[in-house]
C-alpha cells in the first residue's frame, strides 16, 4: 500500500512511496501525529541523484522487517532537500554539531516539537566497519525516549540553543572591506592549486566554479602576473580532460573521487552545469582559446537537450546509477567501442579516450584525455566517432531523471544562458533564455507575485500547468534577480528589468534582517522551524547572501535604486571579514566584494545598434553592466540618443561613441 509520498512533486520523495516504511512529507501534520502518539520523529534527508541515499532506502527503508519497527516507534518523515533547503540547513547544522561530520543521507531523530536530539547519516542494517546498525539505534533511541526523557529533553534543548545561536548571524557592525580582502582571497586559492592536476587541495576534488571565477576576475584586471589565469586555466583543462566531463554528451558530474579528475560521482547537477557554464564562457572570452569554447557548446547542448523541460524549465539532475550500477551508462570496453565503430575507427578512438581492456573503473573505461590534457580539441575522425559513440550510447538505459524544476538552480542556468547568448550571439540559445524566463513566471509565481520553490509536471506537453509548491527562499530569490538582469541585458527587453526589480522587492520585504544584516533563508510569512537559519557559505552553489549582494549591486546600477545597494552593502559589511581568510568557502562573496571595491562601468546604447552592442557583448566586462534596447525607468536613459554608445564609470561619462573603434577603446579605457 502506498504511503503518502505518491502524489509529492519531488522525484526522490516519490521513489520512496512503496515503501513499507509509513513516511509522511515535512509538516505540521507529522509533527502534530508525533505528538498525538508521544514519540520521537524519525527525520531522513537526502535528494534524486545521491547515491548513498539509495543504498540505505534499499537496505532498510524497503526491508519489511526494519518498516515495521520504524512505523511502530516513530513517526517517521522524508525530505528532499533540494526542495525544502530550510530544513536541510537546520538539521545539518545539528548534525554537524553534533558529530562533527555530515552528509547525506541525513537521519535526525526529533521530539515532536521539531527540536533534534540524536544525528548521524548513512546508517547500515546491522552493525559493520564501526557504524552501528540502523535496528539498533532505533531501538536505543526508543528506550531513551521512554527510559530517560530528561536527557533527551535536555540534548535537544542544547542542541536548539546552538541552533538558535549559529544560524542567525550576529548584526554587521563593520565597515565594507576594500581590495585587499578580495587580494587576499586570490593569494589563498593559488597557494591551496594543485598546479600539476587543477582543482583546490587533494581527493575527492569538487568543480569549485566559484573560486575559479574568482581567479579568472583577477586574470581579466591589470593587477595579474599570469599566475590566476594560468592556476584558472589548468584547473578548466584538466576537468575537461578528466572522466568528470562527459565527452561524448558534454556536461559534468558533480565530483571526482580521485585527485586527478579520472573518476566521477557519476550523478550531473543543473546548478554545476549552469556554474561552469560561466567559468568556460569566461575563459573562452580572455583566451580566445577553442577548447573551451567547445566545452562551452557542449555543455549548453547537453541541458539543452537532456535536461529542458519543453516549456522551458529546466530539470534538476541526473543519477549516477543505471541497470542499479554507478555509471554503466557513461563505461566503455574495446569490445563495445569496436562493435559501435569497426576496426579503422575504433583503434583511433580507443586510442584517443584511453580505452584499455583492463578498464579504469571497475573492469570499463570511463573515456578521458588525462594523458594529453589541455589537448580535447577533436581532429574530424574522432568527432565523427564522438557521434556515433554518443548514438550507440543513446540506446543504453539512462540514469534517472530528477524531474523537478527548482527556481534557484533555474536562475543560475538561466543567468549563464543568457550571457552566453549575448556573448556568442547565438540565437537559440537566447531563445532558450527567453523560454525559461516566461516558464518561470508563468509556472512559479502566484498571481499575487509570491514566487515558488518547486515544479513538476508532464515531460511531453509543454503547456501542461503542472504543480509548484513550497514557498521561494531567499536563494531563489537572488538566483532570479540576477537571471531576470541577465536577460534584460541580453534581449534588450524592460520588462525583464522589471521582474527583476520586482523580486527584488520580495526579497528585500521578506527576507532581509531588519535589525542586523544580510538575509534570513526563510521569509517572514514562512512556517517557523526550530531555528530562522541564514544561508552565508558558499558550497556547491552561491549561498543567498552572496548571490543577493552581487545581484542588488548590479541591478542597483542598471536602476539607480540604492535601496538595492544598502542592502547589498550590509551583505558586504556582515561577511566581506570572513573574505581574507576563507576565500573559497566566500568566493562569489569576494567576488560582489571585488565588483564593489572596483565600481560598476556603465554601457548604454539605446535603440537598435547591433554593430556597437556586438563590441559590448562580445568581450568578457567583468565590473560592467548593459541598458540597451528598450528604455525603462533609470537615470542611465537620461539625455541618451538612439544610434550612440554611452561608456560612465565612477560617476563620469566619456563622449559618446558613434563607431565600434571609438567604443572598444572607450571599454579598453574603463578596463
Not at 367 to 388: M, S, T, V
Not at 534 to 547: I, T, Y
Request: charged share 25%; proline share 7%.
Amino acid at each position: 500500500m502506498p504511503n503518502r509520498l505518491a502524489d509529492e512533486t519531488s522525484p526522490y520523495l516519490r521513489q520512496h512511496a512503496e515503501n513499507p516504511v509509513d513516511w509522511w512529507p515535512w509538516g505540521d501534520d507529522a509533527l502534530a501525529e508525533a505528538r498525538r502518539r508521544d514519540v520521537p520523529v524519525l527525520l531522513s534527508i537526502g535528494y534524486s541523484a545521491c547515491h548513498w541515499c539509495h543504498v540505505m532506502a534499499h537496505e532498510s527503508f524497503e526491508d519489511e522487517a526494519v518498516a515495521e519497527v520504524v512505523n511502530d516507534l516513530f513517526v517517521p518523515v522524508k525530505v528532499d532537500r533540494e526542495e525544502r533547503p530550510d530544513v536541510d540547513a537546520v538539521y545539518m547544522e545539528a548534525t554537524q554539531a553534533m558529530t562533527r561530520s555530515g552528509g547525506w543521507p541525513m537521519t535526525v531523530f526529533l521530539t515532536p516539537d521539531g527540536a533534534p536530539f540524536f544525528c548521524g547519516t548513512y546508517f547500515p542494517p546491522e552493525r559493520r566497519q564501526g557504524m552501528p546498525g540502523f535496528l539498533d539505534v532505533c531501538r536505543a533511541i526508543d528506550e531513551a525516549w521512554r527510559e530517560r526523557r530528561d536527557d533527551v529533553a535536555q540534548q535537544a534543548g542544547a542542541l536548539s540553543e546552538h541552533l538558535q545561536r549559529t544560524l542567525s548571524a550576529p548584526p554587521g557592525a563593520n565597515p565594507v572591506p576594500g581590495r585587499e580582502a578580495v587580494d587576499a582571497a586570490v593569494a589563498g586559492l593559488l597557494e591551496v592549486h594543485d598546479d600539476v592536476r587543477g582543482g583546490f587541495g587533494g581527493a575527492p576534488k569538487f568543480p569549485q566554479p566559484a573560486s575559479v571565477e574568482l581567479l579568472l576576475r583577477r586574470a581579466a584586471g591589470p593587477d595579474d602576473d599570469g599566475s590566476a589565469l594560468r592556476a584558472a586555466t589548468t584547473t578548466l583543462d584538466a576537468m575537461a580532460a578528466g572522466g568528470i566531463y562527459d565527452h561524448l554528451g558534454g556536461g559534468f558530474a558533480r565530483y571526482s573521487v580521485d585527485a586527478r579528475w579520472l573518476a566521477p560521482h557519476f550523478e550531473k547537477m543543473l546548478y554545476d552545469q549552469a556554474l561552469l557554464i560561466r567559468s568556460y564562457l569566461h575563459a573562452w572570452q580572455l583566451t580566445g582559446a577553442a577548447r573551451h569554447r567547445q566545452v562551452l557548446d557542449e555543455t549548453i547542448t547537453y541541458v539543452l537537450r537532456d535536461l529542458r523541460h519543453p516549456g522551458g524549465g529546466f530539470y534538476s539532475a541526473e543519477d549516477a546509477d543505471s541497470e542499479g550500477e554507478e555509471g554503466r551508462f557513461y563505461l566503455w570496453t574495446p569490445d563495445q567501442v569496436r562493435a559501435a565503430l569497426g576496426p579503422d575507427e575504433a583503434d583511433a578512438a580507443i586510442d584517443w579516450w584511453g580505452v584499455t581492456p583492463e578498464g579504469n573503473f571497475e573492469g570499463r573505461t570511463i573515456l578521458n584525455r588525462l594523458h594529453a590534457p589541455g589537448a580535447i580539441e577533436r581532429p574530424p575522425l574522432i568527432q565523427d566517432c564522438r557521434i556515433r559513440l554518443f548514438d550507440v550510447r543513446a540506446e543504453r538505459i539512462r540514469p534517472g531523471l530528477d524531474d523537478k524544476v527548482l527556481t534557484e538552480w533555474n536562475g543560475l542556468m538561466l543567468s549563464s544562458l543568457a550571457e552566453a547568448a549575448a556573448a556568442t550571439g547565438n540565437r537559440v540559445w537566447l531563445e532558450a533564455a527567453v523560454a525559461t524566463g516566461e516558464f518561470l513566471c508563468a509556472r512559479l509565481r502566484t498571481p499575487e507575485g509570491r514566487w515558488l520553490r518547486s515544479w513538476q509536471g508532464s515531460h511531453d506537453d509543454p503547456d501542461d500547468p503542472g504543480r509548484a509548491h513550497t514557498d521561494a527562499f531567499a536563494a531563489d530569490h537572488a538566483a532570479l534577480v540576477d537571471g531576470f538582469t541577465r536577460l534584460a541585458e541580453a534581449t534588450g527587453e524592460a520588462r525583464w528589468i522589471a521582474v527583476a526589480r520586482a523580486t527584488a522587492d520580495v526579497l528585500l520585504a521578506l527576507f532581509r534582517d531588519e535589525e542586523g544584516s544580510g538575509f534570513f533563508t526563510t521569509g517572514v510569512d514562512a512556517p517557523p522551524l526550530v531555528a530562522r537559519p541564514k544561508d552565508l557559505q558558499d558550497g556547491a552553489v552561491p549561498s543567498a547572501n552572496s548571490s543577493a549582494a552581487w545581484a542588488l549591486l548590479r541591478l542597483a546600477a542598471l536602476t539607480g535604486d540604492d535601496r538595492y545597494r544598502t542592502a547589498a552593502e550590509e551583505v558586504l559589511a556582515l561577511l566581506g571579514p570572513l573574505v581574507a581568510e576563507h576565500g573559497a568557502a566566500f568566493a562569489h562573496l569576494a567576488a560582489a566584494l571585488d565588483l564593489h571595491a572596483a565600481g560598476t562601468t556603465e554601457v548604454v546604447v539605446p535603440g537598435d545598434a547591433p554593430e556597437l552592442l556586438a563590441e559590448v557583448h562580445g568581450r568578457w566586462l567583468p565590473d560592467a553592466v548593459v541598458a540597451w534596447g528598450e528604455d525603462y525607468p533609470s537615470p542611465l536613459w537620461e539625455g541618451r540618443r538612439a544610434g550612440l554608445a554611452y561608456v560612465c564609470r565612477d560617476h563620469a561619462c566619456g563622449l559618446p561613441a558613434e563607431d565600434p573603434a571609438t567604443l572598444r577603446a572607450q571599454l579598453d579605457a574603463a578596463g
